[in-house]
């Protein structure tokens, strides 16, 4: 059985494909989706495990981002499903899976950039388990700028790039890895996989 992780809602594409017996993660940035992605599916292992394997989940970020990402990745996963139950089609919001990558704080604040001086965020804590406090929301640059002023938050989500100067890079996209871990939590299983990708 085959579970394909498609990140497609940022600057950076990412994909993660796992069957049987093959794994394979890729990542680019300041592609062209539509031109890229289905690249990645002709490599030559993924294509065999198509040809014996069956698909059994496609994971998608949804909700926020950028619209003609989230739009190219949700085409493509349907046409990689086509003729098949669109109950393969697993949609996960992507402040969702960017603040449950955050570390163990109380206070996590997940913002992407989705228009022109237009952001989404949400607020979320791990201090007790996973938990989301608000609703996805919608505010300018700096409406967010005053929101974070009042409290203490760790941020995560390409929102950075506008807020902050000083940041660790890995917090600002949710790549295919961080949608398998998200996947890996709430499904049961350990976090623990495959750190050498």
């Known amino acids: 059985m085959v579970k394909i992780f498609i990140s497609s ?5 990412s994909v993660l494909f796992i069957s049987e017996n093959f794994k394979h993660y890729k990542a680019s940035m300041d ?5 890229e992605l289905p690249e990645i599916f002709t490599h030559q ?11 059994e989940k496609i994971f998608i970020l949804t909700k926020v981002g950028k619209l003609t990402g989230m739009r190219i990745g949700e085409s493509f996963a349907k ?3 086509a003729f098949d139950s669109i109950d393969k089609l697993v949609k996960f919001n992507t402040h969702d899976v960017m603040a449950f990558s955050a570390p163990q704080v109380n206070k996590i604040f997940s913002v992407f950039k989705i228009r ?4 989404s965020y949400a607020i979320f804590s791990k201090n007790n388990g996973f938990e989301r406090i608000t609703k996805d929301c919608e505010d300018s ?27 660790e890079k890995k ?6 890895m961080k949608m398998y871990q998200y996947f890996r939590s709430f499904y049961g299983k ?8």
Do not use: Q, R, W
């Open 9 to 13: 809602v940022t600057d950076e594409l």
């Open 31 to 35: 592609k062209d989706f539509l031109v």
């Open 45 to 55: 292992e993924i294509l065999k495990s198509f040809a014996n394997e069956e698909i």
């Open 79 to 81: 046409g990689l499903i």
């Open 116 to 119: 022109k001086d237009s952001y």
């Open 141 to 167: 640059l700096e409406g967010i700028k005053s929101l974070i002023s009042k409290e203490e938050y760790f941020i995560v989500g390409d929102g950075l790039l506008h807020l902050k100067e000083d940041f």
């Open 171 to 176: 917090y600002l996209y949710p790549d295919a």
């Open 190 to 197: 350990d976090n623990g996989f495959d750190s050498s990708l």
